[in-house]
């Protein structure tokens, strides 16, 4: 066993991709749809992406500012390896502006406003081997704006048979899709409402790019997929939008696309909103239920409808506290009474059988730590 800092301080740049010259002589960065015209010396809106010498280079390249274990129902994931942690780590940054983020604190700073850990891909990975994680999470902020730390992390992690996991709000162009996405397992998306107006107004961005990306996870991708919908009194918590949301996601990606309302609560820049009453998630599940989805749960409010039941036979089939597994039922991806099958990626390893409490979240960084890392 080798004994390593992993919290010293990263300035180095690392080269991006996606970017080419403008007619000006700016750097465009085509990753995202804002494809920010960048002058020299100069960041785009996500702060990590900056143009030095006309060349275009990532900040964020293995610099995390986050790095966590969670269950893996935390992100949320209900039909990927259940019960089981995931090592999750995120940097300074993002490419949205929402007003109610809830890790503000990171994803609206720039990389040198935060303490950030140098670590790079292969002891990303090394963390995950050391602390029983079968999967590494890309989240926090929006880990498309650090793809290129994403990619190298995933080429190594999948060499030692671990997974990969986006937490990401969905927001990349068809140019980069490809590039990221052929070597992710699992994503959650979240689709922040379904109104062009809320993009603009709360989130500074725009919704149709959002619905392309999950269009082609569903269509040219891999990738299970789980979306998650925040919601936010007076803003996005509309019956009529939820509707609409509802059937838009059944006519484009099917009935088994699992969908999380969550509950919102105040922070950042929506401190004056109240918190989402438990009521309004029970409507908004029944609404996407009677719509046709066979998987709609909530989140953030201690609630039955964080199980699974079987859609054919109505079998409890896990079981859940919070982000706890308490029960696991699901046989060879199927239900044991009827044998419909559930989608989704239902293998648990050796190391994370289901039926045992998560360990609360637990924290692998702070300013004056280090960690011993298994050599691979």
């Not at 989240?139 to 990401?168: F, Q, R, S």
Request: aromatic share 10%.
């Amino acid at each position: 066993m080798s004994r390593l800092n992993i919290l010293q301080k990263s300035d180095s740049l690392h080269e991006a991709r996606w970017w080419d010259v403008d007619a000006s002589g700016k750097v465009h960065c085509y990753l995202c749809p804002r494809h920010c015209h960048i002058g020299d010396g100069q960041t785009g809106f996500c702060f990590i992406r900056v143009n030095q010498g006309g060349k275009l280079y990532s900040r964020g390249y293995a610099s995390p500012a986050a790095i966590q274990i969670d269950p893996i129902e935390k992100k949320p994931l209900n039909h990927f390896l259940p019960g089981t942690r995931i090592l999750s780590l995120g940097t300074a940054g993002c490419n949205m502006g929402c007003f109610f983020c809830q890790n503000w604190d990171i994803s609206k700073s720039r990389s040198d406003q935060v303490h950030s850990t140098h670590l790079e891909p292969a002891q990303v990975v090394e963390l995950a081997i050391h602390h029983d994680c079968p999967s590494i999470a890309f989240t926090y902020n929006e880990p498309t704006i650090w793809a290129e730390y994403v990619i190298d992390i995933c080429e190594v992690a999948h060499k030692h048979g671990l997974k990969t996991v986006m937490v990401t709000n969905g927001y990349i162009t068809r140019e980069a899709f490809h590039d990221v996405y052929d070597h992710i397992d699992a994503a959650n998306v979240d689709l922040k409402a379904f109104t062009e107006k809320f993009y603009g107004r709360i989130t500074l961005t725009h919704l149709e790019p959002v619905l392309e990306t999950l269009l082609r996870l569903k269509n040219e991708a891999n990738v299970w997929f789980e979306l998650t919908n925040l919601m936010i009194p007076t803003l996005n918590d509309d019956e009529t939008e939820t509707r609409r949301l509802a059937d838009w996601i059944l006519a484009n990606l099917g009935p088994d696309v699992p969908l999380h309302f969550t509950a919102f609560h105040p922070d950042f820049k929506l401190r004056d909103k109240p918190r989402t009453p438990p009521e309004t998630l029970h409507r908004a599940r029944k609404i996407a239920l009677d719509a046709g989805l066979h998987y709609v749960y909530e989140g953030n409010i201690f609630s039955d409808a964080a199980n699974t039941s079987c859609p054919k036979c109505g079998e409890l089939l896990v079981k859940r506290s919070w982000h706890n597994v308490l029960q696991f039922r699901v046989v060879d991806g199927a239900c044991p009474k009827c044998g419909h099958r559930i989608p989704g990626n239902w293998a648990i390893p050796d190391n994370a059988a289901p039926g045992a409490s998560h360990r609360k979240t637990k924290s692998l960084a702070s300013a004056n730590d280090d960690f011993e890392i298994l050599n691979l």
